[in-house]
């Protein structure tokens, strides 16, 4: 019988592929890297055949990892990296460019003209969203102006838009479906939070020709069927989600006031925030947690665009460590005050700065600097940067009792540490750090009638660790003045 559910998740460092049972139990994982290509400053891309190969390499090792068919799959759910913005040819299916990655800033000239002739207010009142590269709408434009005769096919109605959850949609499918959900439509700034359609308006505003969007679906819904030419049969889609809301539900933060905070390679921190929309006075944004039968629940989001790329960085251009786990071992050799100060700007600074243009710095370098030190520092700039997020929170009126995390950075209990310490916030990792994935499955389950409701998740989700601060508030605080004095120092500069 056919009761297992396959969880893709394509984020920006690597797709993985997990099988679940029944109850949610992983039953294998299959991982594959997937390419960043930087071909001029702040231009961030990604080989669209490349996400698709990993994708459908690691669909078929799972498979034969677990020793089972496509016909023992009873549904198929889709988590993604968000934002990133992709075009392509209906009828061939061919892409016409790399894929634009969320963290890509080649827009930040655009974004801030848009500001200056005034539509700020609006957009945000629509969206929730800022005007900020980050967001696909700005770089979908920029696709249509700058690849030849873009512009032109998509008027003839001959092309299709989508961010990754759409592409790998559109390619299981063998092109019969363009669709996207809900959440992923939500950060393209061309969807209206209230309406929870696209919206006209900024379709204008953009230039965007709406032939090119695709059907906006609930969470959990009948998006599809794969090709049988690819797994011999044809397996339903019934789930699709962006990751950090995936990361929220799976967490089993499904009340309002629940926080996560997913460290993989961005930090998105999120909390749930119910049915209604809150507005943020601290430069966080409003986006969109789930919509399923129709029902939206909102979140508040904190995005900073750096966290276990810095530990990429430290590995791929520093050549420092030879895998990620090696930071642990260097930064407990540093304590907190004898750490340089790194700020991660690579791509700017995201909340709750929104500088595109900012760049990164270390400060307090010597020459004692060495491995240990630039490791700490990149570990405790993940801390500072969720510390102005949980402070814009709390200078929104949010306080938060425990705060949920998980991500690929969650395996390094020194940062977990350091991170309760400078953020003086208790933190409970869960059982799994993949809890995007999780989210995922959680809801191709729902769809299936595996589970009654979102109060099912509870049973699925296990503590596994908490953290609380070890270090006096006064000492955090002295240690945080000196991060933001070194971002005034970037941005003034
Ligand atoms: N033990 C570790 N210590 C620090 N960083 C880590 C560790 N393990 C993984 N990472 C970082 O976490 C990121 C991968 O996390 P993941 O959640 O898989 O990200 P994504 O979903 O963006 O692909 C990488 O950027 C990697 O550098
Ligand atoms: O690749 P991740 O997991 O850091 O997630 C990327 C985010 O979805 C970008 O908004």
Redesign the pocket.
């Known amino acids: 019988m056919s009761e297992y559910i396959l969880a893709i998740d394509q ?3 690597s797709s993985r592929v997990i099988i679940y049972n029944r109850q949610l139990k992983a039953i294998t994982i299959a991982q594959q890297e997937v390419e960043l290509i930087y071909p001029q400053p702040g231009w961030v891309e990604q080989n669209p055949e490349q996400l698709w190969q990993s994708v459908y390499n690691c669909m078929v090792t799972a498979l034969k990892q677990a020793q089972l068919n496509a016909t023992d799959i009873a549904a198929i759910a889709i988590t ?5 913005s992709l075009l392509w040819h209906k009828c061939t299916g061919k892409t016409l460019y790399n894929a634009i990655v ?1 963290q890509d800033r080649r827009t930040a000239q655009t974004c801030l003209q848009l500001e200056q002739q005034g539509h700020l207010t609006d957009i945000q009142q629509r969206t929730g969203l800022r005007l900020d590269p ?1 967001f696909s709408a700005t770089k979908l434009a920029w696709l249509l102006d700058n690849i030849p005769d873009a512009r032109v096919a998509a008027d003839n109605a001959e092309l299709c838009f989508g961010t990754v959850d759409s592409y790998l949609l559109w390619r299981l499918t063998a092109g019969k479906v363009h669709a996207t959900d809900a959440t992923n439509a939500s ?1 393209t700034l061309l969807f209206n939070l209230h309406t929870q359609e696209w919206d006209p308006k900024l379709l204008s505003l953009f230039d965007i020709p709406d032939s090119l969007l695709g059907e906006i679906k609930d969470n959990a819904a009948e998006f599809g069927y794969t090709d049988t030419n690819l797994f011999g049969s044809a397996i339903p889609i019934f789930a699709m989600i ?3 809301q995936a990361a929220l539900l799976g967490q089993a933060c499904i009340t309002p006031g629940m926080a996560k905070s ?1 460290y ?5 921190s999120m909390l749930n925030t119910g049915s209604k929309v809150f507005i943020s006075q601290q430069q966080l944004i409003s986006t969109l947690a789930w919509r399923l039968n129709a029902k939206p629940t909102y979140a508040l989001e904190g ?1 900073i665009f750096m ?2 790329a810095i530990v990429q960085w430290l590995r791929d251009k520093l050549g420092i460590i030879q895998q990620a786990a090696d930071t642990e071992a260097l930064a407990q050799q540093v304590p907190y005050q004898q750490s340089e100060l790194l700020i991660p700007a690579f791509t700017g600074l995201g909340a709750p700065y929104w500088q595109p243009n900012a760049q990164a710095a270390i400060f307090g370098m010597t020459r004692n600097t060495g491995k240990a030190e630039l490791a700490a520092a990149a570990l405790l700039s993940v801390c500072y940067q969720s510390r102005d997020l949980l402070q814009a929170m709390a200078a929104d009126g949010i306080a938060l009792d425990i705060l949920r995390v998980d ?1 690929g950075m969650t395996e390094n209990s020194w940062f977990l540490q350091a991170l309760a310490d400078i953020t003086q916030q208790p933190l409970q990792r869960c059982h799994t750090a993949e809890t ?1 994935v999780l989210g995922a499955a959680f809801l191709a389950g729902l769809q299936l009638g595996y589970f009654t409701d979102l109060s099912d998740i509870q049973q699925v989700w296990q503590a596994n660790q908490q953290y609380n601060p070890k270090i006096p508030p006064l000492q955090a605080d002295s240690l945080y003045q000196r991060w933001q004095d070194g971002v005034t120092a970037i941005i003034n500069k």
């Open positions: 984020g920006t460092t993604n990296q968000r934002e990133t969320w980050y950060r962006g990751d950090q997913t993989g390679t961005g930090c998105f995005s966290a276990g991500g995007s």
